[in-house]
């Protein structure tokens, strides 16, 4: 399991951790706690950044697409979302500490944004009629963490990517917000492209791609049970949810990737010896 250069968190060359390369991409063996301790240090130097956080559905589209794998690689932090991740780590010998999912990423940011008195905005979510799950997801974390700075949740149409006027209104949004934290929930690689691209407007700032995060704070999706989380079956959980969207490209895409993980990581300890 090949290990890259010592990377900082603004995506640097410098003195962090060393990544660890699996299904051929780069991922730092952080915990949860340095994660986040890592992205207040940027702040606070006044860094900004990008958050990817792989599981095995990320790893196999990577795996077809060299863009993806640039994107990825382009990223100031790289956490591992999947626990079969971490399961492969271990199996080659060189592992990743805890699986660390952006699920969990948007309340421990959101934690400390409170109590430093950060400023983070929402971009994304599933927009459900006139129903507006960043508004929503908003007012939930301000419960939870009072005196949270929310300064911004924008739920753009389909398409907004793509369109001129939608795109330029929302850096506007963006850029007289000001944040410190973006929390981007348009699904992978979505998400990450507009984060990138929305750096630009907002160059100190860190964006978290959170996938389905902004729907399960607001309610709107169910979250599997803690046990399933621990155990590395959240997915079974999430395909039973959203059966017609999801058990093709869990059965098809993502358990074959799973099992090609470990197969690796079983050569490579073999191959150490």
């Known amino acids: 399991m090949e290990r890259l250069g010592p990377v900082r968190a603004d995506g640097a060359r410098g003195t962090h951790s060393t990544r660890i390369r699996l299904g051929g991409i780069g991922i730092d063996p952080v915990t949860e706690s340095e994660a986040v301790a890592r992205v207040l240090e940027a702040i606070e130097a006044g860094r900004g950044g990008q958050i ?8 196999a589209a990577a795996r077809r697409s060299r863009d ?9 932090l790289v956490t591992a979302d999947g626990a ?34 950060l400023r983070i905005a929402l971009l ?7 129903a507006r799950p960043t508004e929503r997801a908003a007012a939930v974390l301000e419960a939870r963490h009072p005196g949270l700075k929310v300064v911004g949740a924008w739920c753009p149409p389909i398409g907004f990517d793509r369109d001129d006027t939608e795109w330029s209104a929302l850096e506007d ?20 492209h507009v984060a ?7 160059p100190r700032a860190w964006f978290l791609g959170c996938g389905a995060s902004i729907d399960f704070i607001a309610g709107y999706r169910r979250r599997a049970p803690k046990w399933m989380q621990r155990t590395g079956t959240e997915w079974v959980f999430r395909m039973c949810s959203e059966p017609r969207r999801l058990v093709r490209r869990y059965l098809r895409d993502d358990l074959p990737e799973a099992l090609r993980l470990l197969a690796e990581a079983t050569r490579e300890r073999r191959n150490r010896r």
């Open 124 to 130: 994304g979510g599933t927009p459900d009629g006139a």
């Open 52 to 59: 990817v956080t792989p599981n095995v559905d990320i790893v």
């Open 196 to 202: 990138a691209r929305l750096r630009a407007v907002a």
């Open 84 to 117: 079969p991740l971490v399961w492969a780590s271990r199996l080659a010998g060189s592992p990743l500490p805890e699986r660390v999912a952006g699920s969990d990423l948007v309340w421990s940011l959101s934690a400390a944004a409170s109590e430093r008195g």
């Open 68 to 76: 993806l794998r640039a994107v990825i690689d382009a990223a100031g």
């Open 173 to 192: 949004r963006v850029r007289a917000a000001v944040p410190d934290l973006v929390y981007v929930g348009l699904g992978f690689p979505k998400q990450e």
